[in-house]
T-cell receptor, first 114, second 112 residues
Framework: GGIITQTPKFLIGQEGQKLTLKCQQN?????MYWYRQDSGKGLRLIYY???????QKGDLSEGYDASREKKSSFSLTVTSAQKNEMAVFLC?????????????FGHGTKLSVL | GDSVTQKQGQVTLSEDDFLFINCTYS??????LFWYVQYPGQGPQLLLK?????NKGISRGFEATYDKGTTSFHLQKASVQESDSAVYFC???????????FGKGTVLLVSP
């Protein structure tokens, strides 16, 4: 088995601040994802990466940057935090590059912006 | 693009009640349909996967079915337990390569 580790678990930021979320996986999976979860809105894809140094925009990429410098890690940057923003950011990985592959999720990073 | 509609925001049941959650979808290709479950404090985990080939999936007492005619897919369980309390998401892999489109989620609350 494997595990996806997201750090930090909780992140409190100030309006306009640049914030970075990190994700590590030891499945040796090719594809990694960042999703945003808002209450009542489900999961929305921000970025994904099919291999090291690859980046693909999802439906919600505006306001975010991502980086995949190693196969095992995928980081997400909120370029300018929005006041009163509150969401959970979920990192996931899958063994292959097809959308019908099973996703394995981390426990999430909960973001609050003051 | 692909879309998934999951209208039931919350379902409240008692133990041993029957569970039925419904999603409808829209896509231009043959879909693969998923149910993910998220327990408190955790990330979602795969519960069931249904393809156009098998039309049905069963796991942990849950059954997922798919109806191409009505472009809908359902999750059901004959007798829920308090431990089934969680958020259930339907998801679609359709024309968006490498992408799942998720429904908004259904919060299931089961009282003993």
């Amino acid at each position: 088995g494997g595990i996806i580790t997201q750090t930090p678990k909780f992140l409190i930021g100030q309006e306009g601040q640049k914030l970075t979320l990190k994700c590590q996986q030891n499945f040796n999976h090719d594809t990694m994802y960042w999703y945003r979860q808002d209450s009542g809105k489900g999961l929305r894809l921000i970025y994904y990466s099919i291999t090291e140094n690859d980046l693909q925009k999802g439906d919600l990429s505006e306001g975010y940057d991502a980086s995949r410098e190693k196969k095992s890690s995928f980081s997400l940057t909120v370029t300018s935090a929005q006041k009163n923003e509150m969401a959970v950011f979920l990192c996931a990985s899958s063994i292959g590059t097809g959308g019908n592959e099973r996703l394995f999720f981390g426990h999430g990073t909960k973001l609050s912006v003051l | 693009g692909d879309s998934v509609t999951q209208k039931q925001g919350q379902v409240t049941l008692s133990e041993d009640d029957f569970l039925f959650i419904n999603c409808t979808y829209s896509t231009t290709t043959y879909p693969t349909l998923f149910w993910y479950v998220q327990y408190p404090g955790q990330g979602p985990q795969l519960l069931l996967k249904v393809t156009t080939a098998n039309n049905k999936g069963i796991s942990r007492g849950f059954e997922a079915t798919y109806d191409k005619g009505t472009t809908s897919f359902h999750l059901q369980k004959a007798s829920v337990q308090e431990s089934d309390s969680a958020v259930y998401f339907c998801a679609l892999e359709g024309s968006g390569y490498n992408k799942l489109t998720f429904g908004k989620g259904t919060v299931l609350l089961v009282s003993p």
